[in-house]
């Protein structure tokens, strides 16, 4: 379905306006959603002078909730918001897609293991990957948000061959900047001091916020803040628990954040990265020099020259300590790929994952 | 409460940047202010090289939740939000306030009468008039969207005596950018071509939505909906069933472009409205050239030079139609205010009002 304004794309459009983009979103009825398609659609991201189409997709369920969110996004008036479709089919959904926003995943039932929730997902995400093959644009840049996304990001990339690998990304954003938060609240500055933050391996509780390699003021986080017991103890189950905690206080998950943090992961890619700054994205580890297993989607230091493209950074230093955590976050994401070895296609899937690794606050 | 950043200000704010706007918000934990208080923070409304501080007025029972909200604006990072503060005391949280958003309102229990309604938000603006007028920055902008929105704000400023009337503000925005739609649906074009749609009255079902004075392309809406009838007899109907087909459609009311709205209604007075056009704000009616009763709060069409005042347009043509009307909803104003007496120090309160006006999918 199309709204009744997309007809007058053709005609009412300035003709000096730069071609629209295209921002597919799915899970577009949800409360992450709610927050991020008005942030899209008021040129907070992509500009003030860009238009864009957003194409919401959504499932039988939630159709007429679309068509709810549809009907308040034109009550908003946004002058750079084209055109607007909604629908359930992501072959139509994705057309032409350069972005594609994965929000939307089934939430975990009571009793249900992880293992059946990456059987469940991962086979919505190898639908998705197909559809984006067959229908988005063939440099179309892929933001996965619902869990557990670097294995739905990974079956994604598998199941859409015509698409570069590295276009997909697994969001650990919020991850980040959780940890920039907490390292500025502990070292007592302002969080725009606090820089080079790299979120490792899978968005669970096996992540590693590096404090390492961290900055506050330029100076390595190491000689701001003290406290070492804190940074090495309390800190990483601090940024785990974030979304936990927000729960208790607020009782709902932590959309409008998670939201602004998506907001975030874009603007990554298409602003140029500040001089020897860096930001964490789940993206696939084909290359990296730190001797991760290369076919993962595995949260790494990336800058990008701004033109949606990136590069992973290579000169980070790990330690003892970092090296045993990184290891543990990889394993689990080898164990998950076991999973979903028949989503891949790389045989039957075998699960074995030893503990619950969902985030606190997390579905 | 104040947060821990907020300890932070005097360190870190970089020296050359303004001074920081103070804007507090009432029902800080509610779905709308889960909207606006991220567009504020952003630097959407006031502008990317504007500090600002939030003051967030809750109740008891939502102070946790406040927590939470807080929370989420720490772990986005905006480099422009440089202090907030959380509590359930206007008389500290209005403190120094540039600007006070009422959107806290206890909403319309079950058997609960227009009338009742009137009396309890009555005595909640009745306070927070008194504390705005005790603490806040004498030249506050206070714009009120708790329903019955326009007594309560008439309520406000009859309160707050040391504070300009002409400050107080009643949102009739939404229903604006509402009028705006659906007059580009019906006409097939582009919303940023219809232009000088004013709301008249209260933001009820009495309100006033103008075609005649308004434009489409330059061209009166006259000339270029031909289907007459259908601007008669449909489309104010259209304006106000809004809410409540998307509750309808969506099963929550509209927080979105609600938020949407309070903050156009910000920009239209911190932006020069353009040349010839003009914005609907529920305004005290002083000095109107319309012969409507002068002691109200009445949606009237209004132009900025960008300062954060306006003037009332005076020049608006009223044909009997829009007469007749306008004489409608100006008579259920004073019929509420006769409820209210006993809040603005006229007497006692004494309701007589014939029908239930409330909006569809409004509390």
């Known amino acids: 379905m199309r ?6 794309l053709q005609s009412e459009r300035p003709k000096t306006w730069a071609k ?21 659609a008021s040129g907070e991201v992509f500009g003030q002078d860009q238009p864009i189409a957003l194409q919401l997709l959504g499932s039988e369920r ?3 909730a679309l068509e709810g969110v549809a009907m308040e996004l034109e009550d908003s008036l946004y002058p750079l ?6 629908g359930i089919d992501p072959y139509e959904i994705f057309q032409n897609a350069d972005w594609a926003l994965l929000i939307g ?3 975990r039932g009571p009793g249900m293991e992880r293992a059946d929730l990456l059987d469940i997902n991962g086979q919505i995400f190898a639908e998705q990957g197909k559809a984006l093959n067959a229908v988005a644009s063939p440099n179309v840049k892929v933001i996965v948000v619902g869990n557990p996304c670097n294995t739905n990001a990974l079956i994604c990339l598998k199941n859409a061959p015509r698409i570069p690998s590295k276009n997909f990304h697994a969001l650990t954003r919020l ?8 390292l500025a609240l502990k070292a007592g500055v302002f969080y725009d001091n606090v820089s080079n933050v790299t979120i490792w391996g899978n968005h669970s509780t096996t992540q590693v916020p590096d404090f390492l390699n961290a900055k506050i003021h330029g100076l390595p986080v190491n000689e701001v803040i003290a406290d070492h017991k804190w940074l090495e103890e309390e800190f990483t189950s601090r940024v785990q628990k974030r979304g936990g905690a927000l729960i208790q206080k607020w009782g709902r998950s932590s959309a409008a954040s998670t939201a602004v943090s998506i907001v975030d992961a874009i603007k990554s890619l298409i602003i140029r990265t500040p001089e020897g700054d860096w930001f964490s994205s789940g993206v696939y580890a084909k290359g990296n020099l730190y ?9 790494l230091p990336c800058r990008s020259k701004g033109d949606g493209d ?14 045993k955590r990184i290891k543990k976050t990889e394993e689990e994401l080898l164990a998950e790929k076991k999973c979903v070895a028949h989503l891949i296609g790389e045989g039957n899937g075998f699960c074995d994952l030893p503990e619950d690794t969902m985030l606190p606050g997390e579905q």
Chains 1, 2 share one sequence.
Do not use: M, W
């Open 175 to 182: 991850d980040e900047n959780r940890a920039k938060c907490q």
């Open 291 to 299: 001797g991760i297993s290369e076919d993962l989607v595995f949260s």
């Open 20 to 40: 629209t983009v295209r921002i597919a979103v799915s899970g577009a009825a949800g409360s992450i959603s709610n927050h991020l398609l008005f942030k899209l």
């Open 310 to 323: 990136y590069e992973i950074v290579g000169d980070l230093v790990i330690d003892d300590y970092l090296r």
């Open 105 to 107: 995943a089934k939430p």
């Open 62 to 64: 939630s159709r007429s």
């Open 3 to 8: 709204l009744s304004l997309s007809k007058l």
């Open 81 to 86: 918001l084209r055109e607007v479709t909604i």
